[in-house]
């Protein structure tokens, strides 16, 4: 479970079971590199990004299981180290990060069309007195954006969430949970779609107003006439912070302020017609993933796609038009007859 020397490792599919940890790199100053484009890799202890040499991590596809720590460093990130980790596609599962270096370089989670998805309740970043702290770890948000998946937990985020250089990317967040922001700096610029039955929830009020000032999506499929808080913060709302709330899927929606005057609540009161669920599967054919039951043959169809998505065609899904929501993640049409 090393690479000697200074090496590439590209998996490209089938499926990689590590009974132990995972390091990708030795301790002589080595520098690894390591793309995931498809199949399963399961690593039953920690995933080692770098230990005492430079290590990238680049997630294309697949889903990958850390079945404990994401580990930046045994003991020290070097001066001239990189330690990075790159979700640009596929589900990466892990139940905590972990940074070892109180003063040296940083090291980046890249949120660039790929999800993050959670393991346990609270904090998704982890230290102590001997391994150094998480202040320089950083997770950023690139142009395609990114999708934190609390898969039913409350998860604590307690790390910079920061824009990738000029990016515009957004943030969805999903998984029916809720996910708690803690660091002050937030600082990605894009839209924050947060999924039916899932909560946003920040902690100090500079983050609430770049969050509000970017814009805030009721998205998924929600139900009609059901009321979802998606955003708490810590300061009392009012009327004006409901300026730019929207929801993707309804053509008529109620936005409000809680009866706590700290949370946002959105109720939607209808779906439009030609909008695609994918209540039941990826097939654009099937009549359960639309929302009016009905596949669309003509007109335009309107699909949103919060994570990256291979779609089935079949032989029915015949639209005029395709629109693919500004905030959705890579999408690839399988194999089917487009008219």
Known sequence: NKTNASATIDKTGGDWF?????????YDGSTATLYN???????????????HGSGEFYMEGGHVIVSNMVRFGEWTVPAN???????????????TFRFHNSSG????VVLNGGTYKAMADGSVAATDGRLGAVARLYFKVGERGGTIDTAGYDVVFPLRLLQDGSSTGGLC???????????????????TCIEAGTTLVVSNSTVKSNILLQGLE???????????TIFRCNDNLTNDDLANVTCGAASDFTPAVGEDGKSIVVTATALKSGYWTGAKDNNLSDSANWSDGVVPTSGTAEIYC????????????????????????????GVGDLH
């Open 105 to 108: 370089p940083y090291g980046y």
């Open 306 to 333: 919060p994570v990256a998505t291979t779609f089935t065609i079949g032989d029915t899904f015949s639209p005029g038009t395709i629109t693919i929501s500004d905030d959705s993640a890579v999408v690839t049409l």
């Open 218 to 228: 009721l998205a998924g499929a929600p139900t009609v006439g059901t009321s979802y």
């Open 81 to 95: 180290g990189i330690a990075n980790l790159y979700l640009n596609g596929g589900v990466f599962e892990a139940k």
């Open 173 to 191: 967040v999903k998984g029916g949970g809720s996910l708690t922001l803690e660091n002050a700096n937030v600082t990605y610029t894009g839209k």
């Open 18 to 26: 590590v009974n132990g940890d995972l390091r990708m790199n030795s």
């Open 37 to 51: 484009r498809g199949g399963n890799l399961v690593v039953t202890n920690n995933l080692y990004v770098q230990d």
